[in-house]
């Protein structure tokens, strides 16, 4: 009764869990977003990015500082250590930054402190198009009015964010001449229309016994009363309606943008739900309301979900099927239906009483806890089938179910708790590691450990308990009757006969064996240079994208046409299912101009391949790329979309990252467009790119000061006329219908075309004169960087690329003596970021891992065995395991990263435990007056079964991830291949190594104390 109520709580905590994508992380990054219209990446840098930098750079917990300033807009990137507390960072940040907000430019914005937090963005993209195409103008408005307000309502919504399409906007377009010959400036239009429509209480007045509000009501009901707004009077005093000076209508706002869906337009809304809320039903119930609005508005929209972070979670759990393999192989091992059974009722008690104490534990259902599920099945099974094995032995010498239950039970519960205990403290350096990999894999090493403890408890509780209630002949193995177990048992029996023959012959001969394992670790450690080495496996999700940079300068119908060309291209090949094009970039969404190459000139493709397809991503991309050959002004370049999980482990997700540190800008430019040049002529490299690769071209209009002087002009006065006259200002809101629409004042469109329209705008003097801009300004043709990095205080070229057909390691090796060669100017120097940075770091993290875990595990069986020599002899094994582990990287085309590192990690546990379960046996036989090599060899009998049983349920359990059978299993898949190919090589050790090694030293230890 016991188990099942924790099987009932275990029940009512996994429908209280939440599901997420990924564990609950503070991630140890503010971003300091600071908007400075207008203003040039130079300007910015100097007047906002710097004073920012110096400012916050004394926080406590910084550990690095970058910036990128861009045309309008500075942002500063703080980078804490792990573990830092993030939300009392972010309030000695906004404290430091209002301490120099005086010395900032008035015109700046106020700073904006932002937290990344991976579990704000969207679960859900959703893209809606027109029917009728000839409406795409209306469809915005359209969703906003009729589709939005649902998709808002649906329970565990925060907000259904629109992006895309075009906004409707109110036009008062101005003829400048007509203004001026009625001595108006723009700035009197702009006041005038900003103070006509307001509605403004007034106060209120009695009535008998009433009070009446009393309102003044002056705000616009539709766009033609604008029309009517007095912005002066002529000479003979009469009223000038704005009407006679401007064109006012209905129109869109200009876009600097536009995303595409399939070739066609569409409009996008973004999902995000409420904290604590389930991904996967807040999902389905968004899934349920979108169709039953296709449905309802069938003759105007169509929608398709283009992204759903519920099917990376809903994959996982799917993964959960290497328990049926684990199960069928202990049928086929025991030969009879209830000790499998028996043995069965440890993975429902284990999982579920594991979701009882993830929940107590406040953790959540995500790819990396239902990971370590998946990874643990296997091993759920070793404690019950080391217990099992002990009773049917007792059983069979002649001992009742009932004792032989307890006997058994009682023989083993030492080494299976200590094997146990080794496992949890494998895991345990994990969980407290204080990197990126502590925080992502700590939650899956709690979950294996709640595992296996539970476990444990079921197999040296309930499984004797159950095997008791047998009776003492329903032990045999029913099954050997059938021809199938039959021959199962016969090849039983002869693995035994050899496995003792084969025993026998080497300790008496172990020259040969020493040699021939010597011979296979060095070999495996010639090879280990071969195995490439990466920071995150890379997973094949069937997506990538395509960068486009078009001529500098061009207009965004000129880099719409180019896209269409590749889309139409992409949707000819039948692998393709999905093409999302994002065209320029969204003015309202600040975040998505950060990154470099930004405006009208650039655009991404996002391709989602079917799932169907016959090769892998990469193929696809080498092939398409032969298809899509442009001049050397425009540039094409293919990344493939990593999961996940692999975006927030390593953001900059391309295999090349060089970062070149100096002051000047066409230094730094020159720099990097030769070790561009230069690594690109490595084999392998591909879609080189530097930072500062072209310069923009832009006008710059200097200042007359002392005809400004004499025309009582300012710098701000001017600068805010051009504004409004070429890019519009926003001089009011019109409310219709409870929407809300601008009102965008700014020149006709003949009036601000070319650069002589520029010289020709009038501006009125502080006499009441109109001058042209020419007459107080010098306007000249200039050219600037699109964006400035920063390291600290250095300025930064980046340079990054990516590898194809080559190991990443060799390439990295290339240019690192490629680099070692480089001169470079006093006061510039390159070093590698990105991917590399990423791998030195996790590996210093895992080896310290991995050596804590070893020591650990040497003073828990010291301690257990009372030995320092034996608990040496069990670790002597750990190295060895290389010689399955580096011939199946090879062959798999899998690589050294924190997935197989971390596979390695596991199976110190594992290894040690075969070891320590001989080692038990010996004693006990030893107990039993038999000689030491009758005690090896019936030690290595006994543990024969158990070994094969357990290393073969944790090996079954492994192989659909290790054979990528699921979706998105390609994360852990290089781990599932070190662990069955570590297991492989430990049963061989475990079964000759050890007892060999054991006899030798045993001997030696029973010689020397005779002597003594």
């Known amino acids: 009764m ?13 429908k209280d869990l939440e599901v997420n994508l990924l564990p609950d992380m503070e991630f140890p990054r503010l971003t300091v977003i600071t908007n400075f219209q207008n203003a040039a990446p130079e300007e910015v840098e100097n007047l906002i990015t710097k004073p920012l930098t110096e400012a916050v750079g004394t926080v406590k917990g910084i550990e690095k500082i970058s910036s990128e300033s861009m ?26 930054i209002d301490l120099i907000r005086g010395v900032l430019p008035e015109d700046a914005g106020k700073p904006i402190v932002a937290k990344f937090d991976p579990s704000q963005s969207p679960i859900q993209e959703i893209v809606f198009f027109p029917v009728d195409k000839s409406r795409t103008h209306e469809l915005r408005g359209f969703i906003k009015r009729e589709i939005k307000s649902y998709l808002d309502r649906v329970d565990g919504v925060a907000l259904a964010q629109i992006s895309g399409g075009f906004k409707k906007e109110i036009l008062i377009e101005v003829d400048p001449s007509s203004m001026y010959a009625h001595q108006i400036s723009i ?3 702009q006041s005038s229309v900003e103070s006509s429509n307001i509605n403004y209480p007034a106060g209120h007045i009695e009535e008998g016994s009433k009070d009446v509000l009393i309102r003044t009501i002056g ?23 704005l009407g006679n000076i401007a064109r006012i209508n209905e129109g869109y706002k200009e876009r600097k943008g536009l995303a595409r869906y399939n070739g066609e337009e569409c409009v996008t809304v973004s999902i995000f739900k409420e904290s604590g809320k389930n991904t996967v039903t807040v999902s389905e119930s968004v899934r349920s309301e979108l169709e039953r609005l296709k449905e309802q508005y069938k003759n105007v929209i169509k929608a398709d979900i283009v992204y759903e972070e519920a099917r990376f979670v809903k994959q996982s759990v799917d993964n959960i099927t290497g328990g049926i393999l684990a199960f069928l192989s202990l049928i086929f091992i025991l030969r009879n239906m209830e000790s499998p059974l028996i043995l069965l009722t440890v993975l429902p008690i284990s999982v579920i009483t594991t979701f009882l104490l993830m929940y107590l534990k406040d953790l959540t259902l995500n790819v990396m806890t239902l990971g370590g599920l998946s990874l643990g ?38 080494s ?21 990999i502590g925080v992502v894999f700590g939650e899956m090493a709690l979950t294996i450990t709640f595992s296996l403890l539970v476990s444990l408890a079921v197999s040296l509780t309930l499984i004797p308990m159950l095997s008791a209630l047998r009776g003492n002949k329903v032990w045999s193995r029913k099954f050997d009757q059938w021809s199938f177990f039959k021959k199962i048992a016969i090849w039983e029996n002869e693995i035994d006969v050899r496995f003792v023959k084969g025993l026998t012959n080497w300790l008496g001969k172990p020259k040969r064996f020493f040699i021939g394992i010597a011979i296979c670790f060095a070999g495996v450690l010639i090879l280990i240079s071969f195995v490439d080495k990466e920071f995150i496996p890379k997973v094949d999700t069937g997506e990538f994208k395509i960068e486009i940079l078009n001529v500098k300068g061009s207009s965004l119908s000129s880099t719409s046409k180019l896209v269409e ?20 970039y969204d003015e309202e969404q600040i975040l998505s101009r950060s990154g470099g190459e930004v405006g009208t000139h650039q655009a991404q493709i996002r391709v989602v391949l079917s799932t169907e397809r016959s090769e892998k991503t990469k193929d696809f991309i080498r092939r398409f790329r032969e298809k899509v050959r442009y001049g050397s002004t425009i540039g094409i370049h293919f990344y493939p979309e990593e999961d996940m999980l692999s975006k927030i482990l390593s953001p900059d997700s391309k295999a090349i990252t060089l970062e070149v540190e100096g002051n000047d800008l066409a230094t730094l430019a020159f720099i990097g467009e030769n070790i561009k040049n230069e690594i690109t002529k490595i084999q392998g490299i591909t879609d080189s790119k530097s930072s500062l690769e072209s310069e923009n071209r832009e006008f710059q209009i200097r200042f007359d000061e002392d005809k400004m002087s004499v025309y009582g002009l300012s710098h701000q006065y001017l600068a805010g006329i051009l504004k409004t006259a070429l890019k519009g200002t926003i001089a009011t809101r019109l409310r219709i219908n409870d929407e809300e629409f601008d009102v965008r004042l700014r020149y006709r469109q003949p009036d601000r075309k070319h650069k002589e329209d520029i010289s020709r705008i009038l501006i009125r003097t502080s006499s009441g004169d109109a001058i042209s801009l020419d007459q107080a300004a010098e306007i000249r043709e200039g050219k600037g960087y699109a964006s400035i990095l920063r390291i600290g205080q250095s300025r930064v070229n980046r340079i990054t690329a990516n590898v194809e057909n080559v190991k990443q390691s060799v390439v990295l090796s290339e240019i690192e003596d490629y680099i070692e060669k480089l001169k470079l100017p006093i006061g510039y120097k390159v070093h590698f970021g990105g991917e590399k940075e990423n791998i030195d770091a996790s590996m210093r993290e895992l080896l310290f891992a991995f050596i804590l875990a070893v020591v650990l595990i040497y003073m828990l069986l010291a301690g257990q065995f009372e030995s320092l020599l034996i608990p040496l002899v069990m670790l002597c094994t750990i190295p060895l395991i290389l010689i399955g582990i580096i011939p199946a990287l090879l062959l798999t085309g899998n690589s050294f990263n924190i997935s197989s590192f971390t596979g390695i990690i596991l199976l110190v546990g594992i290894v040690v435990d075969n070891a320590a379960l001989f080692y038990e046996y010996v004693e006990i036989l030893e107990h039993d007056q038999v000689s030491l090599k009758e005690a090896i060899i019936g030690s290595g009998q006994i543990v024969l079964r158990p070994i094969i049983m357990n290393n073969g349920t944790t090996l079954l359990g492994l192989l659909p991830v290790a054979l990528e059978l699921g979706e998105g299993t390609e994360f852990q898949s290089p781990m599932a ?26 001997k030696w230890q029973r010689t020397r104390k005779k002597t003594t």
């Open 71 to 96: 045309e309008g807009v500075s942002f500063v990137t703080l980078q804490f250590g792990w573990g830092t507390k993030i939300d009392y960072s972010a309030m000695e940040v906004r404290e430091k």
């Open 565 to 584: 060309e590749l889309e139409t291209k992409l949707l000819k090949e039948k692998e393709v299912k999905h093409v999302i094009s994002n065209v320029g």
């Open 977 to 1002: 291949v070190t662990v069955i190919s570590g297991l492989a090589a430990s049963v061989v050790l475990s079964l000759f190594l050890i007892p060999i090694a054991f006899y030798y030293i045993l």
């Open 187 to 189: 700035k009197d239009i």
């Open 219 to 241: 705000e616009y009901q539709d766009f033609h009363e604008i029309e009517k707004t007095n912005v002066s009077k002529n000479d003979k005093n009469i009223p000038v309606r």
């Open 416 to 436: 299976i708790t200590s094997a146990v205990l080794t496992t949890v403290i494998i895991f345990l350096p994990i969980v407290f590691l204080k990197g990126i």
């Open 2 to 14: 016991f188990y099942l109520l924790l099987i009932l709580l275990g029940l009512i905590s996994l």
């Open 377 to 414: 099945i296997g091993m759920l099974f070793d404690s019950g089938n080391v217990v099992l094995a002990a009773i049917e032995r007792h059983v069979r010498n002649g001992l009742s179910v009932k004792e032989a239950s307890l006997t058994g039970a009682n023989e083993v519960a030492g």
